[in-house]
């Protein structure tokens, strides 16, 4: 039965900002800057006096463990150069993380210990949009004290628009632009009943109402839709869903997922028999769903052949990009591993990776930013330090700019397909799919 | 000698009221818990879709439905909801928290209605389904399915507590009532006794001696008036002597 109390407790919980606003009142004088001279300690007992913390909730453990793995390791190799070398004039930069296991609460609640015990200097290398949509009233909350989130892995809008907007800076292409290429891509050589395949949470609907909005110019709708539980393993059966969106009799299917449930979904789909294309976005972690395809298969090709997956950094195997060529660098040299105080289940990481090529990206802008504070390591100067970013040579082929009307710094959207069992630039829709 | 026929319609009657007691109250209970409790999960369910209908009046003019999705998910966690889903005013699913996906039944019924409905989802369960619309409508409205197994489950368990606390009283009374009916059994268990010495003409000594002549109540004054009966005759100045002690 429901009580009074537990309707208080839902009264509460509706209405995001409000509680979380009464919560935290009066914590303002909980902040302090990172270099007011604070002694804090990270995983491993040290002084993070005198050095720049930047604070980390990300997936370390769970189905999706990989994505925050992968990113975490890229952002690792750049920083570990960075402090190798002296630091950003002269201040070391550290991390502090938690794992939030991509789910929300959690997330929630490392976020309040960033903030309010550890004082980062920012939130950093967050990974999913169920995790960032629910921390980012957080940071509305506490406007007053700059803290910013910079480079959540998720392409979702929430952090991209009002009211949230402002208080979020993204690298990466976003889920709207991701799906729109996917969706004009196919439409354009003829693949005009689209099925979507989600997560039933924000990420997944963040990607639904991107492949809509795509469709809508065309005069078409998502011809079927089924969805998956977050956290789904790819042990776990797809099959329900295979069949409704086989009932819906697709030209493609766009998954916006995690990558357990999406390779079980391809999985499950070509055992149907649903030989149709199969998109993924970028989120999906393409490394550890090729892997889960094709490990321990002989059949493994029939599982892959048909799957798209777009990107939002380039391929790590283009030598010809200089950010690439450093990042490959890096890696190789430092080979970083997640601290052991938040390894909870096995992984095994790869050498190069989407992610962690992304994790490397972030880090390399965020450092550029953070020199751009001329040593004053202050929070109120960060938003002026990345509208300060214009024609940014990141390394990568396309510029990066900033400004108050322009808080995503990289605009390409990037797809690639298996061929001999790694994922390999798209060249020719008409002639792979159509 | 044991008395058994005298008091066994009593035993019988003590057992049919004490029932009647156990059903009457069970059958009260059941209709005022399954009632109550279901007038509060549709009026608690009618509250939450109100919350989330004026909840969701920005979020929808903002179209930012991740944000949306997000908060329909917090509030799937309520104990009792075991769906949400949102329609735009053309009937579009916004946001709704199906897995694996919306059920046709959902599929084929009216977007717009707000009214209570039972449903019964293949797979899922039964529900009550109510629904409150969007800034009057215009902006869509918002549905909210209560789970009636969990309702079921709240009935059952007040209800079998309930018939549990009866069911030891009726117990312990019927125990009860048996050990008083064979306590009032018992002294006349003796007189029946005595009276069939009295009727084989055993000894005189022996019978004149006899505990039950020494009681001080009705089964006293019988056995005494059986004895003066069996030597005198029964004569009417010897009911008066007897009564007289």
Same mark, same amino acid.
């Given at each position: ?434 | ?171 312990? $009374?019927? !125990? *009860?009532?048996?050990? +008083? ?5 018992? /002294?006349?268990? #003796?007189? @029946? ?26 089964? $006293?004054? !019988? *056995?005494?008036?059986? +004895? ?5 005759? /029964?004569?009417? #100045?010897? @009911? ?6």
């Amino acid at each position: 039965m429901l009580t009074r109390k537990d309707l208080i407790r839902y009264a509460l919980a509706a209405i995001v900002l409000a509680p979380l606003e009464r919560a935290l009142g009066g914590a303002e004088s909980y902040f302090r800057q990172a270099d007011s001279g604070a002694a804090e300690s990270n995983l491993d007992g040290a002084s993070f006096d005198g050095e720049i913390v930047l604070g980390v909730s990300a997936a370390f453990s769970g189905p999706s463990r990989g994505l925050g793995t992968e990113l975490y390791r890229g952002a690792s190799a750049f920083f570990s150069r960075v402090n190798e070398s002296g630091g950003i004039n002269g201040r070391r930069i550290a991390l502090k993380m938690y794992d939030d296991g991509y789910q929300p609460d959690p997330c929630v609640e490392n976020t309040m210990k960033l903030m309010l015990e550890d004082q980062v200097f920012l939130l950093f290398g967050y990974v999913g949009t169920p995790t960032v949509t629910r921390v980012l009233p957080l940071l509305k909350k506490f406007q007053d004290e700059n803290i910013f989130m910079f480079f959540p892995f998720t392409g979702a809008q929430p952090q991209r628009q009002p009211p949230y907007g402002d208080f979020a800076f993204n690298l990466r292409a976003s889920y709207a632009q991701e799906t729109a290429g996917l969706v004009n891509n196919f439409v354009r050589i003829g693949k005009e009943r689209i099925a979507v395949f989600y997560q039933a949470d924000a990420y997944g609907r963040s990607g639904w109402a991107g492949v809509r909005a795509a469709l809508r110019p065309h005069g078409l709708r998502i011809a079927g839709e089924a969805t998956y539980s977050r956290g789904a393993p790819f042990t776990g059966t797809m099959r329900r869903q295979v069949e409704i969106l086989k009932a819906s009799a697709p030209d493609a299917v766009i998954c916006i997922g995690a990558y357990a449930a999406c390779a079980a979904f391809a999985r499950d789909a070509v055992d149907l028999g649903l030989e149709v294309p199969i998109a993924n976005l970028s989120f999906v972690g393409s490394e550890n769903m090729l892997k889960l395809l094709v490990e321990g298969r002989e059949d493994g090709e029939a599982y892959t052949r048909l799957l798209v997956n777009s990107q939002v950094v380039p391929s790590y195997e283009d030598l010809s990009l200089p950010a690439v060529r450093e990042y490959r660098e890096l890696m190789a040299h430092y080979d970083p591993q997640v601290p052991p105080k938040l390894v909870k289940e096995e992984y095994a990481p790869f050498p190069n990776s989407f992610g962690s090529l992304e994790g490397f990206l972030n880090a390399k802008l965020l450092a550029e930013i953070i020199r751009r504070l001329e040593g004053q390591v202050d929070r109120a100067r960060l938003e002026e330090a990345v509208f300060s970013v214009r024609d940014f040579d990141l390394g990568v082929g396309e510029r990066v700019s900033f400004g108050p009307d322009r808080r995503q710094g990289l605009q390409t959207v990037y797809y690639t397909v298996v061929e001999d069992g790694r994922f390999v630039p798209l060249e020719d829709w008409q002639a792979k799919f159509g | 000698m044991k008395i058994q026929k005298l008091f066994q319609r009593t035993r019988f009657g003590i057992f049919a009221v004490f029932g009647g007691i156990v059903l009457s109250t069970s059958a009260l209970c059941l209709y005022t818990v399954d009632t109550q409790l279901s007038a509060e999960y549709e009026i608690n369910s009618k509250n939450i879709a109100k919350t989330v209908a004026d909840s969701s009046v920005d979020i929808l003019l903002n179209r930012d439905l991740a944000t949306l999705q997000s908060l329909v998910d917090q509030f799937v966690e309520i104990q009792g909801i075991r769906y949400i889903y949102i329609t735009s005013e053309t009937g579009e699913y916004l946001a709704h928290t199906f897995v694996p996906g919306i059920p046709d039944e959902i599929l084929q019924s009216d977007h717009r209605s707000t009214e209570p409905i039972d449903r019964e989802l293949p797979g899922l369960g039964n529900f009550v389904e109510v629904g409150s619309p969007i800034l009057a409508g215009v902006a869509g409205t918002v549905h909210v399915g209560m789970d009636l197994d969990v309702v079921s489950l709240k009935i059952t368990r007040a209800i079998g507590q309930q018939v549990y606390l009866v069911s030891i009283i009726l117990v312990i $009374g019927v !125990l *009860a009532s048996i050990w +008083l009916v064979n306590l009032a059994a018992k /002294p006349l268990g #003796e007189l @029946l006794a005595y009276a069939v010495e009295l009727a084989r003409d055993e000894d005189e000594e022996s019978v004149s001696e006899r505990a039950v002549l020494a009681r001080d109540d009705e089964v $006293g004054h !019988l *056995a005494r008036l059986f +004895l003066y009966v069996a030597r005198n005759g /029964p004569r009417p #100045e010897t @009911l008066k002597a007897v009564q007289q002690g």
